[in-house]
Antibody, heavy 122, light 106 residues
Framework: QVQMVQSGAEVKEPGASLKVSCKAS????????IHWLRQAPGQGLEWMGW????????NYAQRFQGRVTMTRDTSISTAYMDLSNLRSDDTAVYYC???????????????WGQGTLVTVSS | EIVLTQSPATLSLSPGERATFSCRAS??????LAWYQQKPGQAPRLLIY???NRATGVPARFSGSGSGTDFTLTISSLEPEDFAVYYC????????FGQGTRLDIK
């Protein structure tokens, strides 16, 4: 079965950088777009962008451009999300999620990681 | 940015009752609207996509309808496991989510 397993919780200071990993299994890693989303405590969901593991191509939501970088390592079926210059309002649970169908960026989030809690505090 | 407004904020119902959730978009999203269910401490689960298509494994008691700017998610007869928060999401122009509707046990 499809599984997306994320790295563990992190505590960061303002101004620091964050790297969250998402290891995929149960399907061919290079055929599905992977998205990153986040959810601040008690709040709704926010989409950050996607990466296509086949090519490494990316597309970021405008509000994160310049601060976010999404990469992948196909040899270990893992996607990464880097977020720089962290602020207190970046405190959130960060999720990776696989798109619904292969080879298409539908922006429908079918299989999710368990979430990574990131706390930004001095 | 397309703003999605969900109503009501909270819905209090009993098992066996019918639940109706509303999602209104600030501009037309055609039928490019999805619904997700989220339980405490869990990741969201895709229920409905393209307004009315059930995702794999989603029970038939869940149905979606609408187009343009007005959408509805209906649960025909509530089961105990349905009490959760429900979000709508549009993919017509980038991606945005509604603020969610909490379904509580009455």
């Amino acid at each position: 079965q499809v599984q997306m397993v994320q790295s563990g919780a992190e505590v960061k200071e303002p101004g620091a950088s964050l790297k969250v990993s998402c290891k995929a299994s149960g399907y061919t890693f290079t055929t599905y777009y992977i998205h990153w989303l986040r959810q601040a405590p008690g709040q709704g969901l926010e989409w950050m962008g996607w990466i296509y593991p086949n090519t490494g191509g990316t597309n970021y939501a405008q509000r994160f451009q310049g601060r976010v970088t999404m990469t992948r390592d196909t040899s270990i079926s893992t996607a990464y999300m880097d977020l720089s210059n962290l602020r207190s309002d970046d405190t959130a649970v960060y999720y990776c999620a696989r798109d619904l169908h292969p080879w298409q960026v539908l922006r429908l989030f079918d299989s999710w990681g368990q979430g990574t809690l990131v706390t930004v505090s001095s | 940015e397309i703003v999605l407004t969900q109503s009501p904020a909270t819905l209090s119902l009993s098992p066996g009752e019918r639940a109706t959730f509303s999602c209104r978009a600030s501009q037309s999203v055609s039928t490019l609207l999805a619904w997700y269910q989220q339980k405490p401490g869990q990741a969201p689960r895709l229920l409905i996509y393209d307004a009315s298509n059930r995702a794999t494994g989603v029970p038939a008691r869940f149905s979606g309808s609408g187009s343009g700017t007005d959408f509805t998610l209906t649960i025909s007869s509530l089961e105990p496991e349905d009490f959760a928060v429900y979000y709508c999401q549009q993919r017509s122009n980038w991606v945005t989510f509604g603020q969610g509707t909490r379904l509580d046990i009455k």
